[in-house]
T-cell receptor, first 115, second 117 residues
């Protein structure tokens, strides 16, 4: 089955630096991955997604990289700002056959921005 | 637009008590989900629904029941609460088309914090 996990529970970076949050997955049939941001006391919010036929996708200040060979993806946040402080989750589809039973979420990485 | 609204936001129960969490969405979404979030763990799927009148079990369904009598509402019930059900519960909804990219538009509520003593 799908197993999605993050390498580090907490990541501390200086304001203005770039952040890299990593995620590993176990199911090579996974088609689609999403990064969510969860601020304290709120529900997760979509940041960026990537399909398995892509290696890289860029958004505003964020980039997701997918390495299917080692089943790893990462979220890069450029010029980290105080508002980026949150828990970041990667999530993947359980299988490539489709299905409504939602996503499998990783445990989350708490990004802390140091002034 | 309210999006996804969960009530109540906080609740304290004693072991053995029952309660219902209500999730309401005003986006005409077909699919609705209930997740629980525990410290140091990601969100785990409890139950989900792909349309009015239908429900299905997720990863951790034991001790919970759900109902989707109206398209806009998804209720999560605890018949006999246990301390292990102390958690933050999140409801989410999505339109239900164009799998899997539909998850890019998965909307979450703000959570319901439940404590069972």
């Amino acid at each position: 089955g799908e197993s999605v996990g993050l390498h580090l529970p907490t990541l501390s970076v200086q304001e203005g630096d770039n952040s890299i949050i990593n995620c590993a997955y176990s199911n090579s049939a996974s088609d689609y991955f999403i990064w969510y941001k969860q601020e304290s006391g709120k529900g997760p919010q979509f940041i960026i997604d990537i399909r398995s036929n892509m290696d890289k996708r860029q958004g505003q200040r964020v980039t997701v990289l997918l390495n299917k060979t080692v089943k790893h993806l990462s979220l890069q946040i450029a010029a980290t700002q105080p508002g980026d402080s949150a828990v970041y989750f990667c999530a993947g589809t359980p299988n490539s056959g489709g299905g409504a039973d939602g996503l499998t979420f990783g445990k989350g990485t708490h990004l802390i921005i140091q002034p | 637009n309210a999006g996804v609204t969960q009530t109540p936001k906080f609740r304290v129960l004693k072991t053995g008590q029952s309660m219902t969490l209500l999730c309401a969405q005003d986006m005409n979404h077909e699919y609705m989900y209930w997740y629980r979030q525990d410290p140091g763990m990601g969100l785990r799927l409890i139950h989900y629904s792909v349309g009015e009148g239908t429900t299905a079990k997720g990863e951790v369904p034991d001790g919970y029941n759900v109902s989707r009598l109206k398209k806009q509402n998804f209720l999560l019930g605890l018949e006999s609460a246990a301390p292990s059900q102390t958690s933050v519960y999140f409801c989410a909804s999505v339109k239900g088309r164009d799998f899997p990219s539909m998850y890019g538009e998965l909307f979450f509520g703000e959570g319901s914090r439940l404590t069972v003593l």
